[in-house]
């Protein structure tokens, strides 16, 4: 098997010629059946076409998960509780319904603007899958607000709703609360790539990190811009995508060829270019000590 590249083609078909127990973590973002504009893909079917089609590529992803592995769907309000009941009776374990809180949402005009998505996490089997704890830790409010003796110096975990931003909303959702904050990929974010629903990578960031060992196998089957990919890259982990455009296929080589080396720093907080830009120009202004 070759790894570390991005398929084109139909996910449940390329994934039949795939060993069961293959993959560490599989993370899929699939359409939301809202009509989003997609090249290839139409995004507004039939219900009931539209959960057979989840039904079936759910169970082509379980197959191949290994019997320690993990799995996230990240899916929108319409179809969020008709997913959780199709993972349960896929026969995985459920861990959390997490809340990941955006901003930058589309606007309504006759109801409340939505700033939320669901991530669902389940693993295979619920006595052995990876967790590194440490490798997510926040600063719990023992540290940060009360100084209390008694907090564990090494942080809390994250709770199950993300907020990853904190810079405009910090009175509400502090870093180390239970909400995890990330801002949708906007126009002027230097991450940003043409597709039309790119995740943050700060959100693939934790649950790689989480949720995986260097040098395991990580899946997307709905690859899109390829931010699963570009994480796993930066992160020393092997990587598949599959995704049935090959103009967003195409982007995606070049995201991850734009990847050089193993940064050791990741990816939070997201920047804009402007932020970039003098975060490069205050680097650069730094006297450089020796070596
Ligand atoms: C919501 S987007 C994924 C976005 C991705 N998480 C990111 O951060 O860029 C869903 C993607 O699934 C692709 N897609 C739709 N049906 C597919 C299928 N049967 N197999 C593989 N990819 C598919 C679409 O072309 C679209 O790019």
């Known amino acids: 098997m070759r790894w570390d590249e991005v398929i084109v083609g139909d996910c449940i078909e390329v994934l039949a010629g795939f060993p069961e127990h293959t993959f560490d973590l599989v993370f899929a973002d699939p359409p939301f ?24 590529w759910i169970a082509a992803c379980v197959r191949v998960l290994k019997p320690t592995g993990s799995f996230f769907l990240a899916i929108g309000d319409e179809f969020a509780a008709e997913h959780k009941i199709l993972l349960d009776e896929a026969g995985l374990h459920w861990r959390n319904w997490i809340i990941w809180h955006y901003t930058f949402g589309v606007a309504c005009t006759k109801k409340f603007n939505r700033s939320h998505a669901h991530i669902l996490y389940y693993v295979r089997d619920p006595k052995r899958y990876t967790f590194h704890a440490d490798a997510i830790r926040v600063k719990s409010a023992r540290i940060s607000t009360y100084a209390d003796a008694r907090a564990n110096p090494a942080g809390k975990l994250p709770d199950d709703t993300w907020v990853l931003r904190p810079q405009e909303s910090e009175e509400h959702f502090q870093p180390e609360s239970d909400t995890w904050y990330a801002s949708r990929v906007c126009g002027t974010f230097r991450e940003r790539t043409s597709h039309p629903c790119q995740m943050p990578e700060a959100i693939l960031e934790r649950i790689i990190k989480a949720t995986t060992n260097p040098e395991d196998l990580v899946l997307d089957p709905f690859a899109g811009s390829g931010t699963t990919l570009a994480v796993a890259k930066k992160l020393g982990r092997r990587y598949l995508g599959i995704e049935l455009s090959a103009h967003y296929a195409a982007l995606i080589r070049q995201r991850l060829q734009s990847i050089v080396g193993r940064p050791e720093s ?26």
């Open 33 to 56: 059946n809202i009509g989003y504009r997609y090249d290839l893909y139409n995004d507004r079917r039939s219900r009931k076409e539209y959960l057979d089609w989840a039904k079936t």
């Open 266 to 291: 990741v990816i939070t907080p997201p920047q804009t270019r402007r932020q970039a830009s003098a975060a490069l120009a205050t680097a650069a202004k730094r006297p450089r000590g020796p070596g």
